[in-house]
Each structure stands twice: as structure tokens, then as C-alpha cells.
């Protein structure tokens, strides 16, 4: 009788990963668990423990992968531009946008305020990797009234909000109103109208 040869992983932590992600990707975070992780990923259900000891560990690497993800989604849609700020602006909130969209899962893991470890130091550097990009795109804008360095912060929370609440509301809403094919038309409408330095 010929045997059956045991499932190998050449880098089974990054196999897990990839099983991590098309998990979301078909079920969202309630579709994770470390024993449907070790039946996607073709190992027994203890290998996984090594590399995830438990979902917070899943969930945290899945979290980190998810952030470069973003930042790259965001980085792409701002190579293809001049360095006009509002072109700027736009650009990146395409490319937040379109991973929202493309990552569903992904995304609500990061920001649905799923259990992460939050001192887990590569979770903290490709968190603090995407929200630059936010910070680079908000500089320009003009703060009014002499405001200090806070303004600065202001006008990164307002674009924040703008395109985040977009996407929440994209991926959220049942009434039909926002077109996610149309999300990039959406997004340009509503940008207000920001004064620049």
C-alpha cells in the first residue's frame, strides 16, 4: 500500500499567513480560527501552535500583514501622481479605498476593534508606516488663524474621518446608496474644499 507523504512547509508561518488572509477573505475574523488556519494551510492542527499560540497571536500577524497591505495600496495610488496636494489627497484616499473594498475582511480586522496585541512592536511600526502616508498628505494644508502645531493634527483627523467613515459606510451600508464601482466617484465629490499652504 502506498503511504500518503505528510504535508510540508518549506516556511510554514508564512503558509499559515496566506491561509490567514484567504480565511478572511472568504469569512471575515469570525471565519478565524487556529483549527480551520491548520485545515487551510494542509497541516496537522498543532502545527500552528509554534508560530500561534492562540487567535490574539493569529490575528496580531494577520493585523501586521494587513497594515503593509494598506500602506501599499495607498503607496501605489500616490506614485502614479504629480505632488499637487489635493491630487495627493485623492490618491491616497483611492488607494484606502480600493483595500477597503478589495479586503473586507482585512480591513474590519484592523480597525473593527478586533483583539490585537496592541505592544507587539511589527503590529506598532506598520501601523505608524500607514498613518505617515496620512500625515504626509495633510501637511500641506493651510492651518487657518495662526492655529499652532495641533492644527496639523486637526487636519489629519478630519481627512481621517472623511475616508475612513467612507469606507466604513461603503462596506456597511444596506440601502443601496453608495456604489462601491462608483466609490473613487463618491470620494472625489464630497472632498471639501481645503485651502493649502
Same mark, same amino acid.
Given at each position: 500500500m502506498k503511504m500518503k507523504k505528510p504535508h510540508h512547509h518549506g516556511n510554514l508561518r508564512a503558509a499559515l499567513i496566506v491561509a490567514g488572509l484567504e480565511l478572511l477573505q472568504s469569512g471575515?475574523?469570525?471565519? !478565524?480560527?487556529? @483549527?480551520?488556519?491548520? #485545515?487551510?494551510?494542509?497541516?496537522?492542527h498543532a502545527a500552528p501552535a509554534h508560530h500561534f499560540p492562540n487567535l490574539k497571536s493569529l490575528r496580531t500577524a !494577520?493585523?501586521?500583514?494587513?497594515?503593509?497591505?494598506?500602506?501599499?495600496?495607498?503607496?501605489? #495610488? !500616490?506614485?502614479?501622481? *504629480?505632488?499637487?496636494? @489635493?491630487? @495627493?489627497i485623492i490618491a491616497a484616499g483611492r488607494g484606502y479605498l480600493r483595500f477597503a473594498k478589495d479586503n473586507s475582511g482585512l480591513f474590519n480586522l484592523i480597525f473593527g476593534g478586533t483583539? !490585537? *496585541?496592541?505592544?507587539?512592536?511589527e503590529l506598532v511600526e506598520a501601523s505608524e508606516a500607514a498613518y505617515q502616508v496620512l500625515q504626509m498628505i495633510a501637511e500641506p494644508i493651510a492651518i487657518r488663524n495662526g492655529a499652532s502645531a495641533s492644527g496639523n493634527k486637526s487636519n489629519e483627523m478630519m481627512i481621517w474621518s472623511l475616508i475612513h467613515g467612507l469606507a466604513g459606510l461603503m462596506l456597511n451600508d444596506k440601502s443601496g446608496r453608495i456604489d462601491p464601482a462608483h466609490i473613487d466617484q463618491i470620494f472625489d465629490s464630497i472632498l471639501p474644499s481645503l485651502t493649502f499652504k
Open positions: 471575515g475574523v469570525p471565519a !478565524l480560527s487556529i @483549527r480551520k488556519l491548520a #485545515q487551510k494551510a494542509g497541516v496537522t !494577520l493585523a501586521v500583514e494587513g497594515f503593509k497591505m494598506f500602506t501599499q495600496s495607498m503607496e501605489s #495610488q !500616490l506614485a502614479e501622481v *504629480d505632488d499637487d496636494p @489635493r491630487t @495627493r483583539d !490585537l *496585541d496592541g505592544e507587539n512592536a
